[in-house]
C-alpha cells in the first residue's frame, strides 16, 4: 500500500550518494577505515569515549549483554513496553529477564521504584530503553545501580541525540546501544553502534564482533597480519563501509533533522491538547529528546483497531509501540510470565497508536493527521 503519510521516512540525498559511490570504488566493503572514521566521529559526538560499529541495534545488546558475564539463571531487569530485541538479547546470554513496569501514562519508560522492588540477589544488570527518544529518570536508576552494584545499559535504538542534564543518551550507563534501522533517527538501513567509557569493554566488544578475533580482516588486507589467536567466543556483527558511509552523512544531519521532529511534535501536542478522548505521553519533555516516536493514547471506551482502521482509510499509516514484551508466548512458555503482572505497561499498550513522524514532513501534515484523528474519534 502507497501510504499518503507514511509513519517514517527517512531523509537520503545527494551526499550520501556521493559517500556510497567512493566507496564501492574503493573496492573495501567490510569493516575498514571508514567504518573506522564513523566510529569516532559518533563518538565525538557523545563527547568523548569508544565508539565500536556493529551490524544492528541487536548485535550491539547482545555484545553488550555477554561484557555482563552472566552465569545461567542471573537476573537482569528491564522494562516490558519495548521492542522485543532487548529482551531477547538477556536470553542470548543465559540471563532471566525480569520485567519492571512503566512510570505511568504520562511517562511510557521504565520506573525506577518499580526497578528497585525487582532487585534480587541474582540480579545482574539494569537495561533501560529510551521510549520514544524520551529519556529515563537515569538519576534515580543510577542511583539504585549504584547501591545495588549493578551495571545499567541503555537501549539507545529511540534515542541518537537525546539529551538528559546536557549529557547525551547512550553515554549515561555504562554501556549505550544504538539502532540504525531503517526507521531510526540516523538511518545506515541495518547497522549499530554501541558506546561505552570503559576501555575494557569496549576492547571486549571491539573482539567479539569479529569472531573473538583481535585484528579484523582489514589489517590482513593491508597485510599487518597473517595469523591470529581467539580468546573469547565472537561473532560476526561487523558493519559495511557502505553503511559506515551512510552514517557519516546521517550523523551530520541528526541534530537538525531532530529539531525539525520536535516542532512537528509541538504542533501535535497544540492540535490534540483539550480531546478528551486521546492524551499525549511525556507532557513535560523538555528540549531533550530525539522525537523519534509520536505516541498517543486512545481512551479505554474506544476500541483502538476502529481508530487505526480509520486513520488507514485517510492514508495515514499508524502503529503499536509496543504489545509488551512478558505476554509473548515465548516468554509465558519459559518463564511463566502472565498477564496482570504490570498492570501500566498492560493498560498502555491496549491503549497506545503511534502517529507519523519524521524530518519530511511538515506542519500542514501534523495538522492534517490529527485532524482525521479527532474526526474519526468524534464519529465513533
Ligand atoms: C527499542 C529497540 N531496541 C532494539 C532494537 C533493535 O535494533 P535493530 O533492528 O537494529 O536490530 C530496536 C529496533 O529495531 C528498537 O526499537
Redesign the pocket.
Known amino acids: 500500500m502507497k501510504w499518503r503519510y507514511p509513519l517514517s521516512d527517512i531523509d537520503l540525498g545527494e551526499e550520501e550518494e556521493r559517500e556510497v559511490l567512493k566507496v564501492l570504488r574503493s573496492r573495501w566493503l567490510s569493516t575498514g577505515p571508514v567504518t573506522e572514521r564513523f566510529e569516532k566521529a559518533y563518538s565525538n559526538y557523545l563527547g568523548g569515549g569508544f565508539a565500536v560499529a556493529v551490524s ?6 547482545h555484545l553488550a549483554l555477554a561484557c555482563m558475564d552472566l552465569r545461567q539463571g542471573d537476573e537482569v531487569i528491564l522494562p516490558s513496553l ?2 522485543v ?2 529482551a531477547n538479547a538477556v536470553l542470548y546470554v543465559g540471563g532471566r529477564p525480569i520485567f519492571a513496569d512503566i512510570v505511568s501514562p504520562d511517562d511510557l519508560n521504565i520506573s525506577p521504584e518499580e526497578i528497585e522492588k525487582k532487585v534480587s540477589k541474582r540480579t545482574k544488570a539494569i537495561v533501560v ?1 529510551h521510549y520514544g527518544g524520551y529519556p529515563c529518570d537515569m538519576e534515580s536508576i543510577g542511583s539504585i545501580a549504584k547501591q545495588h552494584h549493578l551495571h545499567v545499559i541503555e ?1 539507545a ?2 534515542a541518537p541525540g537525546s539529551e538528559y542534564h546536557g549529557e547525551k543518551c547512550g553515554t549515561l550507563g555504562v554501556l549505550g ?1 544504538f ?3 531503517s ?2 533517527n540516523l538511518v545506515t538501513g ?3 553502534m554501541v558506546f561505552t567509557r570503559n576501555q575494557a569493554f569496549a576492547e571486549r566488544v571491539r573482539t567479539m564482533r569479529s569472531h573473538g578475533m583481535k585484528a579484523l580482516s582489514w589489517d590482513k588486507y593491508r597485510g599487518h597480519l597473517s595469523s591470529y589467536d581467539i580468546g573469547d567466543l565472537g561473532y560476526n556483527y561487523r558493519t559495511t563501509e557502505i553503511q559506515s558511509a551512510l552514517g557519516l552523512v546521517q550523523l551530520k544531519k541528526l541534530d537538525r533533522n531532530n529539531q525539525k521532529r520536535r516542532k512537528l511534535v509541538e504542533a501535535y501536542r497544540k492540535e490534540l491538547q483539550g480531546t478528551g478522548e486521546i492524551s499525549v505521553p511525556f507532557p513535560k519533555c523538555g528540549t531533550g529528546p530525539s522525537y523519534h516516536l509520536f505516541p498517543v493514547l486512545i481512551s479505554p471506551s474506544i476500541p483502538r483497531e476502529k481508530v487505526m482502521d480509520g486513520l488507514r482509510g485517510h492514508g495515514a499509516q499508524t502503529s503499536i509501540h509496543y504489545p509488551p514484551i512478558h505476554l509473548f508466548s515465548l516468554y509465558r512458555r519459559q518463564f511463566g510470565y502472565k498477564k496482570g503482572m504490570l498492570p501500566k505497561t498492560e493498560d498502555v499498550s491496549r491503549r497506545e497508536v503511534t502517529l507519523p513522524l519524521h524530518p519530511g514532513m511538515d506542519v500542514q501534515d501534523v495538522n492534517w493527521i490529527a485532524g482525521k484523528l479527532k474526526d474519526v474519534i468524534r464519529k465513533m
Open positions: 544492528n541495534g541487536t548485535a550491539a545488546l519495548t521492542f530485541a532487548t530503553m537501549d535504538a529511540h546501544c539502532s540504525f534501522f526507521n531510526k541495518e547497522g549499530g
